[in-house]
């Protein structure tokens, strides 16, 4: 259950469907999140790895690698192997994923944001990797892909910034294959007496000075760190992905619950 632990106003959402309104700490009419959020990461498109830097203390990379590392991708190219990561548009969860399988997987980037898209398109060039990543603009909620047609489906990062997560969560389950997977790594819900504290007077009063110091603008850092805070917890979101139909639901703790692993099955 979530609990208080900061005058901050740190507990997470009581309903999740109140995340369509919700921008950050204040509350938007419905309809307007999108394009408030879409205007958040034109801004740090290209600073994007900075941006988690922040707020992660650098983390954020050992954490994508546990990921990878627990997805597991093939190696061996035995038959054609597909990963969507949807709100990855800088394309380095699928850029990590192509490289750890030898180059016989193949991914596809979606996210709703062009200035992302842009910068992961120039990121897989330089990597070589263009014949392996495609950049395709389309919405969580309602993915441009067919029933049935990927292996694995990766989110990092991004659901939460998502206004319908319900509806992200349906979409997962249909575009997977039978058999397929969803993982989404995203911030959480500290789990360590103490450390919440202290992750929460970094997070509100040192993570938006430094985007301000490194950007010109804080004010981007401020809303994510208040949509870490307004974000359901582990178990809640737990239970949200199951009642998308996945399976086999888990979820790991990273650094004590500030970030979090969640995995389901198509079956």
């Known amino acids: 259950m979530a609990r208080d632990t900061s005058s901050t106003a740190r507990s997470s959402v009581s309903d999740p469907a109140e995340m369509a309104t919700s921008f950050g700490f204040t509350t938007v009419k419905e309809g307007e999140k999108q394009d408030l959020v879409d205007d958040v990461f034109h801004k740090v498109a290209t600073r994007y790895d900075l941006m988690n830097d922040l707020m992660s203390g650098g ?14 991708p093939p190696t061996h190219g035995a038959r054609p192997w597909r ?113 919440d504290k202290v992750y929460d007077l970094f997070s509100f009063h040192a993570i938006p000075k430094m985007g301000a110091m490194v ?17 359901p917890n582990q178990e809640r979101f737990a239970e949200m992905i199951r009642r998308a139909g996945f399976q086999r639901v888990t979820y790991r703790n990273y650094t004590g619950g500030i970030a979090a692993l969640h995995s389901g099955w198509k079956l």
């Open 59 to 72: 983390m954020h990379r050992l954490w994508k690698d546990a990921m990878i590392s627990a997805l597991n």
């Open 83 to 195: 990963l969507l990561d949807v709100a990855g548009g800088t394309g380095d969860i699928a850029t990590r994923v192509v490289e750890r399988s030898g180059k016989t997987a193949s991914a596809i980037v979606c996210d709703i944001n062009g200035s992302m898209l842009g910068v992961g398109k120039e990121r897989a060039a330089k990597a070589g990797l263009s014949e392996h990543i495609e950049f395709v603009q389309g919405n969580a909620e309602d993915l441009p892909f067919p029933d049935n047609h990927f292996d694995a489906y990766t989110i990092a990062f991004g659901i939460r910034n998502v206004p319908q997560i319900e509806k992200a969560l349906q979409q997962a389950h249909r575009v997977l294959k039978r058999g397929g997977r969803f993982m989404c790594l995203e911030f959480s819900q500290v789990d360590v007496p103490a450390l």
């Open 215 to 231: 950007t010109g603008d804080g004010d981007p850092y401020a809303y994510l760190v208040e949509s870490i805070r307004k974000f």
